[in-house]
């Protein structure tokens, strides 16, 4: 079999292995020593000396990543035909070859490798005309030559440490051949091919995101530069939220928080608030919220500041749902500054929410005391209905000249003697609470009409209320 043959099928057993290899690969680092034993196919370039196939031995140490140097020995024995007689001929070489070699990783588990160097020939000849037998060593002659040398192959990675290499070598060759017809034609070169099995000591693992983790144990490949990993070869998520540490714009999370593809915790409506702290959800966009993420409430009224109508209420005022004071007789003022609680709905009241005294002229007009009121089935005043009573001593004194009659009325509750009976004591209240606020007795009049003059219908509680009053009637 020819060298050219030999050399086309180990190519294409070499390529067959790196298809079916599984991704190792060794990365040579300063230190690295290499060993490889297998066999050379050699061609010398001599007519009638056979190819053959030999032991061959490598050794190599590498002083960077991608350069080491190496040193190969083996020994080349074949056979010459056709030998003229007399003539001397070629037994065996032996080259030793001496390069630098250049490491190019070319896929995951191939690198390229080109070589460049010296090669020392050792040439064992047979002489003429020496008889063979026990006296054989005596026809043989050694000599040397020194030349240059070049080699390009592959290293394949089979495990960690183990690899497939195969290289051809082309070597100078400057044979002697002037008096001998045996060496007539012969190339200036000698090829080889060289296939073997190689153990690498001190590799580093294959690491191509540069993690610091061999692309074997690594679970995440392609790890940015300079990200920080874990064991696996997977980026740091110190707060375990999912988010690795150099994605994470909220380090230091809370466990089981729910959180964002930037590693913040998830604020659904957006307030500002994380959901995990967010005490008050959906709130509308827009609305301030305070840190428990419900919308702020200054004046502590209970309603938010969106929907507060009357913002700044003092602390402690009941407020409506619109944030404002309640206003429970509908009078206009705030039942905290009321000082007439139950004023009858239309009447006219003062700041303090009291109704407000109107100026009595030579008439014989009504005048109803809205909010003059009593105990329930009692002629007593009630605080309120007797400050309100009071101001009406202006109204009396505003018209010196005028008598007065105090009437009382009731609601239909009851019967109407009793009735008559509570009206009366009720206006007799009246007066004597304005004697003793300095009104002459003398002009004033008391009646109690009972149920008998209603001015709403009794039928509703509303009218009944209307129906219980007090008129100062002016009289001549």
């Known amino acids: 079999m020819t060298l050219s043959v030999r050399l086309r099928s180990a190519g294409s057993l070499f390529a067959l292995a790196i298809g079916a290899a599984p991704l190792f ?14 066999v050379r196919v050699s061609d010398v370039g001599i007519k009638n000396f056979s190819t053959v196939t030999s032991p061959t031995g490598l050794l190599g140490l590498y002083l960077h990543r991608n350069f080491a140097v190496e040193a190969e020995i083996s020994s080349a024995n074949g056979r010459v035909t056709n030998t003229p007689a007399g003539v001397r001929s070629l037994s ?11 490491s190019i990783p070319v896929q995951e588990q191939v690198e390229l490798l080109l070589g460049v160097g010296a090669v020392r020939n050792e040439q064992r000849w047979l002489q003429p005309n020496i008889p063979l037998g ?16 070049t080699m390009i192959g592959a290293r394949l990675g089979l495990t960690d440490n183990v690899a497939f290499r195969a290289a051809v070598t082309v070597d100078g060759s400057q044979f002697e051949a002037a008096d001998n017809l045996l060496f007539n034609g012969k190339r200036s070169t000698n090829i ?34 300079g990200v920080a990993v874990d064991a696996t070869g997977c980026p740091l998520d110190s707060d375990r939220d999912g988010v690795a540490d ?17 590693g913040c915790p998830v604020d659904s409506d957006k307030d500002g608030v994380a959901d995990y702290l967010d005490k008050c959800a959906n709130t509308p966009a827009g609305v301030k919220v305070d840190a428990t993420g419900c919308p702020m409430d200054s004046d502590g009224d209970g309603v938010d500041d969106g929907s507060d109508r009357c913002p700044n209420t003092p602390r402690g ?38 109704p407000i005294p109107v100026a009595v002229a030579d008439t014989a007009k009504s005048i109803v005391l809205e ?4 105990r329930t089935g009692s002629a007593a005043l009630t605080p309120s209905g007797r400050t309100i009573l009071l101001r009406a001593v202006t109204l009396i004194q505003a018209s010196p000249n005028v008598r007065f009659e105090i009437g009382g009325h009731t609601d239909n509750t009851g019967s109407a003697r009793a009735n008559t009976r509570l009206s009366l004591a009720r206006a007799t209240t009246v007066k004597n609470t304005l004697v003793a606020a300095g009104v002459d007795a003398g002009r ?11 001015r709403a219908n009794n039928r509703t509680a509303a009218g009944r209320g209307l129906n219980r009053r007090v008129e100062l009637k002016p009289i001549r």
Not at 92 to 102: D, K
Not at 246 to 262: E, F, I, L
Not at 340 to 352: F, H, Q
Not at 444 to 454: E, F, I, N
């Open 444 to 454: 004033l009049d008391v009646k109690g009409y009972g149920p008998s003059a209603p």
């Open 371 to 374: 909010g003059v009121s009593f």
């Open 92 to 102: 065996s070489y032996t080259p030793i070859h001496l390069r630098g070699v250049f």
């Open 134 to 149: 026990a006296n054989t060593s005596q026809g043989v002659r050694k000599f040397s030559e020194y030349s240059w040398a």
């Open 317 to 354: 005022v009941k407020v409506n749902a619109t944030g404002c004071p309640l206003d429970s007789d509908g009078d206009g003022v705030a039942d905290d500054a009321d000082r007439c609680p139950n004023t009858p709905a239309g009447t006219r009241v003062d700041a303090s929410g009291c």
């Open 25 to 38: 690969a060794q990365t040579p680092q300063a230190g690295t020593v290499e060993v490889n034993a297998g």
């Open 246 to 262: 150099y994605q994470d714009k909220c380090a230091n999370t809370p466990a089981g928080v729910t959180v964002d593809s930037t």
């Open 192 to 225: 080889g091919g060289q296939f073997g099995v190689s153990y690498l000591f001190n590799t580093k693992p294959k690491d191509a995101d540069g993690d610091g983790v061999a692309d074997k144990n690594d679970k995440c490949a392609n790890t940015p530069a």
